[in-house]
């Protein structure tokens, strides 16, 4: 299959689009979303030149189970999936951070703390620790959610300092998130994994909190395999982890890190393929479920017209 890298629909209703890194967003009558996860990938907050076969597919079908399975906790902004590159949901307006959440000192954590830092985001860090250490309780260190160009780490007093949010929304949030990473460590558990760290992202539709966009996806989060998690730390050697982290270190092998005037390298058909197995290899082993392709040569007419029934339909 061919990797969909870009979008360009008219949808009856359409009145905005939204390109972000990954996901091409589509409001229609300022009251519904059309989110089409394409295949392409970011990273250092660079998009790559090259896209990954049915990434944006395991991105969208992973995020919708778990936007089912905690749908109890809070409300979440998804109405159906009427393609499996798509979720349809309720318009919001998303709050201005990132609400990350870590129980591993792993990626963007553990750079930090080899540096020498020990807050991050506000937030004290134990002395003594190695990297990929399981930190005493789960720590929450909030980003910007920037338009264009890099997140930010901010504290909860900055947040609060610069408005973005509101203090007894924010205390919400954290509430949110740390049962929205319990639940999803739970899952994780059950199928042999350990949810290192991930973010959530929220939004309001008519004065309501919901949980927006992907959760525990690999793009949004690290996992580690339980299985011989400890003997691995004991003995110094890399975890076997599932996530975008091996991207980010073949970036870094080839001299990219997303430094201002930087080119991302293209990447090869081989390690395209790579990236892409890995990526189907989560879905199936986060979800206990056999990864099933979309056979299609063109994805995205067939976007088009799934996501045209669904609005004609509701």
Not at 175 to 186: A, I, P
Not at 300 to 308: D, G, P, V
């Amino acid at each position: 299959m061919k990797a969909l890298t870009a979008t360009n629909f008219n949808f009856p209703g359409q009145t905005s689009v939204y390109k972000g890194k990954v996901r091409d967003v589509y409001t229609i009558d300022n009251e519904l979303m059309l989110m089409v996860v394409t295949d392409r990938i970011s990273a250092f907050d660079a998009i790559l030149p090259d896209g990954i076969p049915y990434k944006g597919q395991v991105l969208n079908q992973i995020a919708a189970k778990f936007l089912d399975a905690t749908s109890d906790i809070v409300p979440n902004w998804k109405l159906d999936t009427p393609d499996p590159m798509v979720t349809a949901g309720v318009f919001c307006e998303p709050y201005k951070v990132e609400m990350v959440i870590r129980g591993y000192l792993a990626g963007h954590a553990w750079r930090e703390y080899k540096k020498g830092e020990r807050t991050l985001c506000g937030v004290p860090l134990p002395e003594g620790m190695k990297e990929n250490d399981a930190f005493p309780e789960p720590i929450i260190t909030p980003t910007t959610k920037e338009a264009v160009g890099h997140d930010e780490d901010i504290s909860k007093e900055a947040i609060l300092k610069q408005g973005l949010v509101k203090p007894e929304e924010y205390d919400l949030l954290e509430e949110y998130t740390r049962k929205l990473f319990k639940r999803g460590s739970e899952m994780a558990r059950e199928k042999g994994l350990l949810l290192v760290d991930t973010k959530y992202e929220f939004g309001k539709a008519n004065d309501r909190i919901y949980l927006i966009d992907e959760i525990h996806t690999p793009d949004s989060s690290r996992y580690f395999y339980e299985d011989g998690y400890q003997q691995r730390q004991d003995a110094g050697k890399p975890q076997r982890q599932l996530s975008k982290e091996f991207v980010r270190e073949w970036l870094m092998e080839q001299g990219f890190n997303g430094q201002t005037k930087q080119e991302p390298p293209r990447m090869d058909e081989a390690f395209t393929q790579k990236v892409s197995e890995r990526y189907i290899e989560l879905f199936e082993k986060i979800t206990g479920e056999k990864f099933i392709k979309t056979p299609d040569d063109n994805p995205h007419e067939r976007i088009e017209q799934h996501c045209r029934q669904f609005l004609e339909n509701r």
